[in-house]
């Protein structure tokens, strides 16, 4: 189960901090990332993260004004979002799928996940 949270609505500029709380067997190498979804846009992976040894992956788009940690366990995923700009608008999930080999972390992350929360709406204002 994946439950996120945090959205809301800020200022261009701001900042906000999304949380992913996951729960998943203990003896699992799992990525949780996110995701956002704006009206009329296809679904867009941002960043993820792999639980076992907290390899990061981000999207070109966000590089460098959001930051994607976990803590200890593993089983919250925070989505640090600054500078945020109008275009990052949209309804933002986390997903999480399960790792059984090597697969590079950007290749799951844009198409490997199967695990999905429900959004939270983020709506940056001008």
């Known amino acids: 189960q994946l439950q996120a949270s945090g959205g809301g609505l800020v200022q261009v500029g701001g900042s906000l901090r999304l949380s992913c709380a996951a729960s998943a067997g203990a003896s699992d190498d799992y990525a949780i990332g996110w995701f956002r979804q704006a009206p009329g846009k296809e679904r867009e992976g941002l960043s993820c993260i792999r639980r076992s040894d907290r390899t990061t992956y981000y999207s070109d788009s966000i590089r460098g004004r959001f930051s994607i940690s976990s803590d200890n366990a593993g089983r919250t995923v925070w989505l640090q979002m600054n500078n945020l700009k109008p275009e990052d608008t949209a309804v933002y999930y986390c997903?999480?799928?399960?790792?059984?080999?090597?697969?590079?972390?950007?290749?799951?992350?844009?198409?490997?996940?199967?695990?999905w929360g429900k959004g939270t709406q983020v709506t940056v204002s001008s």
């Open positions: 997903a999480a799928a399960v790792l059984a080999d090597d697969s590079p972390l950007a290749l799951i992350c844009n198409y490997g996940m199967t695990h």
